[in-house]
Protein backbone atom coordinates (compact mmCIF):
# COMPACT_ATOMS: atom_id res chain seq x y z
CA UNK A 1 0.00 0.00 0.00
CA UNK A 2 2.87 2.22 0.89
CA UNK A 3 4.55 1.99 -2.52
CA UNK A 4 1.13 2.43 -3.88
CA UNK A 5 0.65 5.95 -2.56
CA UNK A 6 4.61 6.98 -3.06
CA UNK A 7 4.18 5.97 -6.59
CA UNK A 8 0.93 8.11 -7.03
CA UNK A 9 2.38 10.98 -5.08
CA UNK A 10 5.83 10.69 -7.93
CA UNK A 11 3.44 10.31 -10.79
CA UNK A 12 1.13 13.48 -9.52
CA UNK A 13 4.28 15.23 -9.02
CA UNK A 14 5.90 14.71 -12.84
CA UNK A 15 2.12 15.85 -14.21
CA UNK A 16 2.22 18.91 -12.46
CA UNK A 17 5.45 19.43 -13.65
CA UNK A 18 4.95 18.84 -17.18
CA UNK A 19 1.75 21.11 -16.81
CA UNK A 20 3.49 24.08 -16.04
CA UNK A 21 6.51 23.88 -18.31
CA UNK A 22 3.45 23.33 -21.47
CA UNK A 23 2.20 26.81 -19.43
CA UNK A 24 4.97 28.69 -19.45
CA UNK A 25 4.55 32.05 -20.86
CA UNK A 26 6.68 34.05 -23.20
CA UNK A 27 8.48 36.87 -22.08
CA UNK A 28 7.33 40.37 -23.85
CA UNK A 29 9.18 43.06 -21.70
CA UNK A 30 9.47 44.88 -18.84
CA UNK A 31 8.50 48.13 -17.71
CA UNK A 32 11.24 50.38 -17.73
CA UNK A 33 10.43 54.07 -16.72
CA UNK A 34 6.91 55.16 -15.43
CA UNK A 35 5.74 58.33 -14.54
CA UNK A 36 2.20 57.85 -12.91
CA UNK A 37 -0.13 54.31 -11.78
CA UNK A 38 0.78 51.63 -14.20
CA UNK A 39 -2.02 48.73 -13.95
CA UNK A 40 -1.35 45.45 -15.06
CA UNK A 41 -3.69 42.05 -16.23
CA UNK A 42 -1.97 39.19 -16.38
CA UNK A 43 -3.57 36.92 -18.95
CA UNK A 44 -4.46 34.34 -16.26
CA UNK A 45 -5.88 36.92 -14.16
CA UNK A 46 -9.80 38.89 -14.13
CA UNK A 47 -8.08 41.76 -12.18
CA UNK A 48 -5.54 44.61 -12.89
CA UNK A 49 -3.05 45.62 -10.54
CA UNK A 50 -0.70 48.65 -9.69
CA UNK A 51 2.66 47.40 -11.65
CA UNK A 52 5.96 48.86 -11.01
CA UNK A 53 8.79 49.64 -12.61
CA UNK A 54 10.78 46.07 -13.53
CA UNK A 55 7.00 44.14 -13.66
CA UNK A 56 8.15 41.55 -16.56
CA UNK A 57 5.19 41.34 -19.08
CA UNK A 58 4.13 38.35 -20.64
CA UNK A 59 1.94 37.46 -24.01
CA UNK A 60 -1.39 37.84 -23.37
CA UNK A 61 -1.00 40.88 -20.62
CA UNK A 62 -2.91 44.24 -20.71
CA UNK A 63 -0.94 47.70 -19.41
CA UNK A 64 -3.07 50.15 -18.83
CA UNK A 65 -1.23 53.67 -17.49
CA UNK A 66 -3.34 55.69 -15.92
CA UNK A 67 -4.32 59.06 -18.21
CA UNK A 68 -1.63 61.15 -18.61
CA UNK A 69 0.87 59.18 -17.41
CA UNK A 70 4.20 57.77 -19.22
CA UNK A 71 5.40 54.82 -19.42
CA UNK A 72 8.20 53.33 -21.73
CA UNK A 73 8.37 49.12 -22.00
CA UNK A 74 11.76 47.76 -22.22
CA UNK A 75 10.78 45.15 -25.40
CA UNK A 76 12.66 42.16 -25.44
CA UNK A 77 14.25 42.95 -28.54
CA UNK A 78 15.85 45.24 -26.51
CA UNK A 79 13.38 48.30 -28.38
CA UNK A 80 12.05 51.13 -25.38
CA UNK A 81 8.97 51.53 -26.50
CA UNK A 82 5.61 54.31 -25.20
CA UNK A 83 2.80 52.78 -24.02
CA UNK A 84 -0.58 54.77 -24.83
CA UNK A 85 -1.77 56.28 -21.23
CA UNK A 86 -5.47 56.56 -20.12
CA UNK A 87 -6.30 52.64 -22.15
CA UNK A 88 -5.18 49.46 -21.71
CA UNK A 89 -3.01 47.91 -24.54
CA UNK A 90 -2.05 44.27 -25.37
CA UNK A 91 1.67 44.12 -24.18
CA UNK A 92 2.67 42.71 -27.49
CA UNK A 93 0.56 45.43 -29.54
CA UNK A 94 3.34 47.35 -28.17
CA UNK A 95 6.56 44.72 -28.11
CA UNK A 96 5.52 42.71 -30.94
CA UNK A 97 7.33 38.88 -30.85
CA UNK A 98 9.63 38.32 -33.53
CA UNK A 99 8.10 35.83 -36.18
CA UNK A 100 9.66 33.25 -34.83
CA UNK A 101 7.91 32.86 -31.60
CA UNK A 102 4.73 33.24 -32.83
CA UNK A 103 4.52 30.82 -34.86
CA UNK A 104 7.17 28.60 -33.31
CA UNK A 105 9.00 28.31 -37.09
Known sequence: MLIVAVAGLVMASLSTAAA???TTAT????????SGTVW???SNSSQYYAAPVGTTLYVGDLIWP???S???LECSSGAKLPVPSG???GVTN???LPQSEETGK
Not at 27 to 34: C, D, L
Open 20 to 22: QTA
Open 94 to 96: ICP
Open 40 to 42: VKP
Open 70 to 72: QVI
Open 87 to 89: VPS
Open 27 to 34: TVGAIASA
Open 66 to 68: DAG
